[in-house]
């Protein structure tokens, strides 16, 4: 296969950028997408995290830019303004080393809205990378206009459908171009979704990165049954078990991690939290004191699972398991970036286990491990496999004391009465269910007879 960046209807600029960030073979998503989007095809693409989809659409998009036309040529939708914040520095990243020159503008909610407005009067953006909320604000009040709008880029839309965003996207899709070229990047494409793309693209060619597990294979994936132990102290076992390089723990309310940060603080730990109860300085600096090594432990809600890129992590933990249970698989994401090696270590109890199941089912593998002399080592799971049993040969409850009684008594001929007791349930659960039908169509009948006089 030839190196899609080597492609002659990239500009060689472009190329050349590329090369000189160290981008030089592309990933899958990237050979797969940028192909598309250059021959101007709408485009749905299905990619797990960290599999190099911002720079699939980015390369194309830059590309067609013409920059003699000063207006608004191509719009990227985030939804988040981390993640918009995100995506406007790689944008700029890969102009300034193409030599490149074209306006890019980041507009997204709880950032200074007048000040915003005052860039747009000083030069109009050719790209505009915006929160849903903050592109619709700017549309509705005509800020600039998108009567030449070329390419209208979606990201994290499963995202941006969970945050309810997805009528602010509709408000300016409909208001785009006909020929305006349409692609939608997901880790998932939920029927609601689907549906809703459907309206803005006619066949678009549908592109799924598949893999045989949901995360990347450089990822080691743990699982520990806490049993009565307290999670607060396995939590502290295993961050100071390995020495991590940067550990990102996850919790669910903001709560927990102002009560996980304070715990772990009380024990001399250097740590850091975000969620979104800290102002959006903090947040930055937050972040900025992070990638200059000044934290080796986080603690964060889901907002860093799909809000923040955060280099280096090498071990993520799940201290609890989230309601939506993807964000589990968008947690573990962050580690194992980019063919490094990461390690991540979900903390569950029994009763948790159907979660785990569940997980499995949506094609996560979990190793079973359990601290031993300051080191995790492989358990077996005995109550899990019991569990399994159970579940495959479930019985009434009614019949589970004669069974056992049975059982007990060891007369002879007793496997005969049982199975002759479960049959004899079965048909009496029958003759009811045929009684209650019967019922039912006399009913039905006296209804319609009534309605007829």
């Given at each position: 296969m030839n190196n899609i960046f080597k492609d002659p209807r990239i500009k060689p600029e472009i190329q050349a950028g590329l090369e000189k960030i160290h981008f030089t073979k592309p990933t899958e998503v990237q050979e797969k997408v940028i192909p598309v989007l250059l021959t101007h095809k709408n485009a749905v693409v299905q990619a797990v995290t960290g599999s190099g989809k911002t720079h699939a659409y980015l390369v194309p998009v830059l590309n067609e830019i013409d920059t003699t036309k000063e207006y608004v040529q191509a719009i990227i939708t985030a939804p988040s303004r981390e993640l918009a914040e995100q995506l406007y520095q790689v944008a700029r990243q890969l102009r300034d080393a193409s030599g490149l020159n074209i306006s890019i503008a980041?507009?997204?909610?709880g950032t200074d809205r007048e000040r915003q407005l005052k860039k747009l009067e000083n030069r109009k953006p050719q790209l505009v990378i915006a929160t849903p909320g903050r592109l619709y604000d700017f549309v509705q009040k005509k800020n600039f206009a998108i009567d030449h709008v070329k390419a209208f880029i979606i990201d994290e839309a499963d995202m941006t459908l969970d945050m309810g965003f997805l009528e602010n996207i509709d408000y300016v899709a409909k208001r785009l171009p006909k020929d305006t070229l349409f692609a939608a990047f997901s880790a998932t494409i939920p029927v609601k979704l689907s549906n809703f793309l459907r309206k803005y693209m006619d066949h678009p060619e549908q592109i799924v990165i598949g893999s045989k597990t949901i995360i990347a294979p450089t990822i080691k994936n743990d699982l520990i049954d806490i049993g009565s132990k307290n999670r607060k102290k396995i939590l502290y076992q295993l961050l100071t078990m390995g020495q991590p390089y940067l550990a990102l723990v996850f919790a669910n309310t903001k709560q927990k991690v102002d009560e996980l940060t304070e715990f772990l603080q009380n024990q001399g730990m250097k740590v850091a939290k975000i969620h979104g109860g800290i102002t959006e300085r903090q947040r930055k600096r937050t972040l900025r004191e992070v990638e200059n090594g000044q934290f080796q432990y986080v603690v964060a809600t889901d907002l860093a699972a799909r809000g923040l890129d955060i280099n280096g992590v090498s071990l993520v933990i799940n201290y609890e398991i989230p309601r939506d249970l993807e964000f589990v698989i968008h947690r573990i994401g962050?580690?194992?970036?980019?063919?490094?090696s990461g390690?991540?270590?979900?903390?569950i109890r029994e009763e948790e286990m159907d979660r785990i199941e569940e997980l499995e089912k949506m094609g996560l593998h979990f190793d079973?491990?359990?601290?031993?002399n300051g080191e995790l080592v492989p358990r077996k799971h005995y109550h899990r496999r019991n569990n399994r049993k159970a579940k495959n040969h479930k019985i009434d409850t009614k019949l589970n004391g004669y069974v056992?009684?049975?059982?007990?008594?060891?007369?002879p001929g007793y496997k005969k009465k049982i199975k002759r007791a479960i049959q004899e349930d079965k048909m009496q659960k029958r003759k009811l269910e045929q009684r209650h039908e019967v019922r039912k169509?006399?009913?039905?009948r006296k209804r319609r007879r009534d309605r007829g006089r």
């Open positions: 980041h507009f997204a909610g962050r580690t194992g970036r980019n063919g490094l390690h991540a270590v979900t903390l079973f491990v359990e601290i031993k056992k009684k049975e059982k007990r008594k060891r007369k169509a006399k009913r039905l």
